[in-house]
């Protein structure tokens, strides 16, 4: 497995982790909100991606990157900054492939949590609202995965529904059973558009670690994210040849 680290240091620069070979599948992989790109679950999510044929790409917002330099835990940046840091992984993915060090056929955009939901936002028909510029849309982009789609907000209060809905590309989301931003008994209740594919993970949380009554375990729910995933990319795949 080959690994490419960025060597900036800037606090604008692109802090990312290429793993895998080059293929035709490119995964770009957005963390959430209180963890960063080389947490446990990114990791086993990206091992798991390359070792099936994908090459991946993660990156930290530029919040998490001044966390890790001086250790202080900041909460994340407001959307629009958000955004605009995932437009310059774009572009930067945009520039590596004219230069012919990456070369995709297919580019899919997964995120964790916060990751998944800036990842639809991004990709939606209300985005220009965040100032966010535009030039990487050059690229194409096959289909969005969210792994652990945060609907209602920390503080609680009404499910967070536009980004997913007006999202203009297919949207995968994987949710744990009693995920606590979104639960299997609560999303159906809430108008979401018909479009969506959902997989939903045994008794999983928002990490998609199930109680130890339920008789399944972590290993498993993650070895089902990776296939629903991999599933996800082969039909998209059939529909655009």
């Not at 909100?33 to 930290?60: E, I, K, P, W, Y």
Request: hydrophobic share 40%; proline share 4%; with cysteine.
């Amino acid at each position: 497995m080959s690994e490419i680290t960025s060597p900036e240091a800037s606090a604008l620069a692109i802090d990312y982790v290429v793993e895998g070979s080059i293929s035709d599948r490119l995964v770009i992989f957005a963390h959430g909100a209180g963890a960063n790109m080389h947490s446990n679950f990114m990791q086993q999510m990206s091992h798991d991606l390359v070792n099936a044929g994908c090459q991946v790409l993660r990156f930290n917002f530029l919040y998490m990157q001044a966390n890790m330099q001086d250790g202080k835990r900041r909460p994340p940046d407001r959307a629009a900054k958000l955004l605009a840091h995932f437009e310059s992984v774009l572009e930067w993915v945009e520039d590596k492939i004219t230069q012919g060090e990456l070369a995709p056929k297919h580019i899919y955009l997964m995120g964790k949590s916060m990751g998944g939901r800036m990842a639809a936002t991004l990709m939606s028909d209300n985005v220009s609202s965040a100032s966010t510029c535009t030039r990487a849309r050059n690229l194409t982009i096959d289909g969005i995965i969210c792994l652990g789609y945060p609907f209602i907000p920390v503080s609680g209060g009404e499910p967070r529904l536009d980004a997913i809905n007006n999202c203009q590309v297919p949207v995968l989301v994987i949710q744990g059973e009693r995920d606590k931003f979104g639960t299997q008994v609560q999303i159906p209740t809430w108008a979401l558009s018909e479009g969506i594919r959902w997989h939903w993970l045994v008794d999983g949380d928002h990490s998609f670690v199930p109680r130890k009554a339920s008789g399944v375990t972590l290993e498993h729910n993650m070895a089902q994210a990776l296939q629903a995933s991999l599933g996800f990319m082969d039909q998209l795949k059939h529909l655009s040849s």
